[in-house]
C-alpha cells in the first residue's frame, strides 16, 4: 500500500534517529553529576523494592519505560510490535508515538493499536500534541485502552520543519483537557527541556505529571534539519535545556510539587540513577533503545533490558536505597563544570 506524507515522515524519523544517533551524543551531560559514594549501605539486594508509584493511579514495576516514539507506518508497525511485546515481557511500561496520523488515517490504527494486543496488561500511555482536540484525546484513549495521555510540547521542532506549526497557543487547551479527561495526563517535551517557569506554567494549570525531556540524546532539530535539507533552522541544533539542567530547575519547585519524570539522552542505568537522585520519580527512554533493536535487533533489546533492571538493583542497593524515590532525599552529589556554572547563574543550588 502506498503511504501518506505523514507516514513517510515517520518512516524517516526512525531512519534519521538512528543515522543522526552519534552525533547526538557526542555530550553525555549526565557525566557532570557525581554521586557521593555510600561505603554503608546496611542493605542487600533483595530488599530493593523496583517499584514506582506515579501518583495515585499509575503503578510501575520498574523506574524506566520505553518511551514515545512511532506509529502510522508499516515500518512503525513492527517497531511497535516488538517494543510493545519487550515491555511485556520486562514488565515495563510503554507510550506510543503521537497519534495525530491515526486520527487523520483511520488506516493506520493498527500500527498503535498493536502495542495494545502485545501487551494486554500493562501501562500504556497514547501520545499527542498539546494542542489537539478533546475529542481526538479521547479517541487516542479508547483505542489503546491508555492509562496515561502523554501531550508533547514541540515547538522547537515543528519551527525547524518547513512544513511544521507555527502557532503554539497550548495552555488554554492543556488546561481543559486536564479537566475533561479521565485519565492521567503526562506534558512531555520531546528533547529540549524545561525551565522553571515553563513547569510553575503547567502547575498552574493543573497538569501534575511532567515529563521534562531535555538534550543530550535524541536531538529533533538535528533530525528535522537533516530532513530540511538547509531550509530548516541550524541554530537549533544545540537548543534547550539538557535533562540534568532540566531537572535542577525542576527540583527547585515545592507546594505543589508535581510528579517529575526525566527523559532525554538516558543511556544506561547509572543514568536512571542520577535522574532519580536530581528528583526524577521515573525515567524515560526512547533513542538508546529504538537504536539497539534496529542495529542490533530483538535479542540484543532483551538482554539490554535484562542488563538495565539488574543493575538498577544493584545500584539502589550500594546507595542504600530500598526505594527509587529514596534517591532524592538520600544521595548527594556535586555538580561539575557547565552543570556547575548553569545551577549557580541560575540559582538553583
Ligand atoms: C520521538 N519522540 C516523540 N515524542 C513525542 O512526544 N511524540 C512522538 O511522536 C515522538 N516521536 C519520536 C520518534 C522517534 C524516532 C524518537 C527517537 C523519539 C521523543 C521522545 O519521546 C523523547 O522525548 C526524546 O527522544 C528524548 O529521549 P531519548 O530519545 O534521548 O531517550
Sequence with gaps: MMESQQANRKNEHLSLAIASFKQAHTHHYFNQIRLIHNALPEMSTTDVDPRVQLGPHLHLEWPFYLEAMTGGSNQAMKVNRTLAHQAARHHLAIATGSLSIAIREPATRPSFTVVREEDPAGLVFANLSAGTSLQAAQTAIKLLHADALELHLNAAQELTMMEGDRNFHWIDNIKCLVKAL????????????????????????????????????????????????????????????????????????????????????????????????????????????????????????????????????????????????????????????????????????
Excluded at 182 to 203: A, D, H, N
Design 182 to 349: 479521565p485519565v492521567p495526563i503526562i506534558v512531555k517535551e520531546v528533547g529540549f527541556g524545561m525551565s522553571q517557569q515553563t513547569i510553575r506554567r503547567l502547575l498552574a494549570a493543573g497538569v501534575r505529571y511532567i515529563n521534562i525531556s531535555g538534550r543530550g540524546g535524541t536531538n529533533f532539530a538535528l533530525i528535522e534539519n537533516r530532513r530540511s535539507h538547509g531550509l530548516g533552522l541550524p541554530e537549533l541544533n544545540k537548543w534547550g535545556q539538557t535533562t540534568p539542567e532540566s531537572l535542577l530547575e525542576a527540583r527547585v519547585i515545592k507546594d505543589p510539587s508535581p510528579t517529575i519524570i526525566a527523559s532525554g539522552g538516558i543511556i544506561n542505568p547509572l543514568d536512571v540513577i542520577k535522574a532519580g537522585v536530581l528528583g526524577a520519580q521515573t525515567v524515560g527512554v526512547a533513542g538508546y533503545f529504538l537504536n539497539i533493536l534496529i542495529r542490533h535487533g530483538e535479542n540484543a533489546l532483551d538482554e539490554e533490558l535484562c542488563r538495565w533492571q539488574e543493575e538498577i538493583l544493584r545500584l539502589l542497593t550500594l546507595l542504600g536505597c530500598q526505594r527509587f524515590t529514596d534517591l532524592s532525599h538520600r544521595v548527594d552529589f556535586v555538580l561539575q563544570g557547565d552543570l556547575y556554572d548553569y545551577a549557580r547563574q541560575r540559582k538553583l543550588i
